[in-house]
């Protein structure tokens, strides 16, 4: 039975909901000596919680003929619970998203991207008037590192996955150019109701779907990711033994990322293009990427072992946050003519009452949460007394009420703990709200 609950007393409360943790986490890894990798925690809104390569106007990076893409990934395949991707167009872009250089409206001159679909490496292209994705090898989201690299042939289309060295899939795809023409209009077509410029359009983003357009349909990568190097020949046509030792550049790298950095949000192109990347760092509950130690390289350039998981990892603790503390940070975040008015609390979902342009409208959420993964799946809004909710009215509450409830959260987080933090899992009572907390080292 639904209650419709007063928003003073208890409107933390769904912001709360909505972030409950699994409790598994990584365990500690081989003693490493390759510098730092970045770890992504699967955040899919507000250009936060990903890293961007600019390939506008007219940067090395910016491939379309010949070309090939390798970086190391280290993942579980509870974190990316996406189902297989058949091969066809466009599938690649239904998996949890690892490398994003796609377009809205006229693909000209083309796009491509690469993401994990049901464990397996899908790896994509398209010209503007076809598009092949292919998908190969077994699971590589086995808690190891792996070495992950597709090629691309321009005059054939040829398309190769290569998984620890090993050629597991080819075919023949779209040819031509597929490269960002620097003289295109951007779209404008972003954001859930397809009304906003994608100004996201001339990057290359890493662990998220550039336009963070659905998240629930187009997930982010969850889990580790090391050593990007982008360049603009085919590289391998056969088996090749797996690197043992960071990439190094020649005349053929068009971008290098070492990812070594450790601190700050710049990160160098070591290419000599000097194409410098942006860490976009921040999400909700776990923000991310972050810079962690475990690579792909120990002394004995064996892989890293699986993971294990823990109920109580290092420096775990937990807190209470009232219902009103909660509530002020998610009042805040009123305006624009959007007022959150009321929470109805069911089974396992909960309605959230907004006030916009004079009508009041129930926008149902169910909370999905697997391992690090919380997704938060909102239904289709309905008028309270009801008639037909427009199109553009439809649009904001998608845009907003997701967006409005992660902030809330994350700065009532923030304003507790000043270093990385991962929420482990939330109990709610009566009279309090219990959050388990464990510090990121």
């Known amino acids: 039975m639904l209650r419709v609950i007063n928003i003073i007393s208890l409107g933390g409360l769904l912001l709360l909901a909505l972030v409950i943790m699994g409790t598994a986490d990584y365990g500690t890894s081989l003693a490493q000596s390759g510098g730092f990798a970045l770890r992504f925690y699967g955040y899919g809104y507000n250009d936060l919680g990903r890293v961007k390569i600019p390939i506008h106007p007219d940067r090395p990076a910016d491939i379309g003929g010949d070309f090939t893409i390798e970086f190391w990934i280290k993942a579980n395949l509870a974190d990316n619970p996406t189902s297989a991707c058949s091969e066809g167009n466009d599938t690649w872009i239904n998996g949890n998203i690892i490398i994003d250089r796609d377009l809205f409206g006229n693909v000209s001159f ?116 090391d050593e990007l190097r982008i360049s603009n020949i085919v590289r391998y046509t056969s088996n090749f033994t ?133 997704q938060f799946r909102q239904g289709i809004s309905t008028l309270v007394g009801g008639g037909t909710i427009s199109n553009e009215h439809q649009a904001i509450l998608h845009t907003r009420i997701v967006a409005d409830l992660n902030h809330a959260f994350t700065d009532v987080m923030n304003s507790r703990y000043t270093m990385p933090h991962n929420v482990q899992d939330i109990t709610i009572s009566t009279s309090q709200i219990t959050v388990g907390v464990s510090i990121v080292p």
């Not at 008015?341 to 697997?370: C, E, H, K």
């Open 110 to 225: 083309g796009d491509y991207g690469i993401s994990l679909c049901g464990g397996q490496i899908a790896f994509g292209t398209n010209n503007g008037s076809s598009g092949l994705t292919i998908v190969g090898g077994s699971n590589v989201a086995n808690g190891q590192w792996r070495h992950i690299a597709v090629t691309r042939q321009q005059s054939t289309g040829q398309m190769r996955i290569f998984i620890d060295g090993t050629q597991v899939r080819s075919s023949t795809g779209p040819t031509g150019n597929i490269s960002y023409n620097d003289s295109r209009q951007i779209s404008n077509m972003c954001n859930p109701g397809g009304n906003s410029p994608c100004v996201n359009e001339p990057f290359i983003v890493i662990g998220a779907e550039k336009h963070d357009y659905d998240p629930m349909n187009y997930p982010p990568y969850n889990g580790f990711f």
């Open 242 to 374: 797996r690197p043992s030792a960071p990439f190094t550049s020649d005349s053929n790298t068009v971008a290098l990322y070492h990812f070594d950095e450790g601190t700050g949000n710049s990160i160098a192109d070591s290419s000599g293009n000097n194409n410098t990347a942006t860490r976009n760092f921040g999400g909700s509950p776990n923000p991310g990427p972050i810079w962690v130690t475990d690579t792909p390289f120990s002394t004995s350039s064996t892989p890293t072992p699986t993971p294990t998981a823990t109920n109580t990892p290092p420096a775990y603790t937990t807190i209470t946050i009232s219902h009103n503390e909660l509530f002020a940070k998610l009042s805040a975040r009123n305006g624009d003519g959007l007022n959150y008015l009321l929470i109805g609390l069911g089974a396992n979902m909960l309605n959230i009452y907004s006030l916009w342009n004079g009508q009041v409208a129930i926008t149902p959420i169910t909370v999905v949460s697997t391992g690090y993964i919380v």
